[in-house]
């Protein structure tokens, strides 16, 4: 049928599908960090991703390890793709998409790190001390 988006299983971990839809949007907000969120689209190429973009913020939020943000970032990649291979479009569009979704895994696996440890270490913790 035109216009209906094929059915994506996408994975998270199961204390993520038992949170109420409010406290879902209490803890992600989507494609790119909170408060900035909307400098990065929640669609690529015209596909949203928004709930593999949600499913990522919860894992950066659960998250206590360096291991945990690997866990997260690659399960964000593999949750983009699933969402482009349930979506098939012409090939050229699903090539660019994948790529896209490569640039957005790039971002969070470089430059995630200050989102996935905020507020997680006191500053007594850390081992510097600043004048």
Known sequence: MAGVKA?????APPDYWALTEDQRNEIC????????????????WFLSIKEACRIHDFMYEMGETLADKEAADRIFRNNM????????????????????????????DKY????????????????????
Not at 7 to 11: G, P
Not at 91 to 106: D, H, I, P, S, V
Not at 112 to 131: D, H, I, T, V
């Open 7 to 11: 059915m994506t299983v996408l994975f």
């Open 29 to 44: 907000n989507g494609c790119g960090p909170k408060g900035l969120d909307y400098l990065v689209p929640d669609t690529i």
């Open 81 to 108: 793709v699933r969402i482009i291979e349930a979506n098939p479009t012409w090939r050229w569009l699903t090539l660019k998409r994948l790529e896209r979704a490569e640039f957005y895994y790039n971002m969070v």
């Open 112 to 131: 995630g790190g200050p989102s996935f440890w905020k507020g997680k270490n006191k500053p007594e913790e850390l081992g510097l001390a600043f004048a």
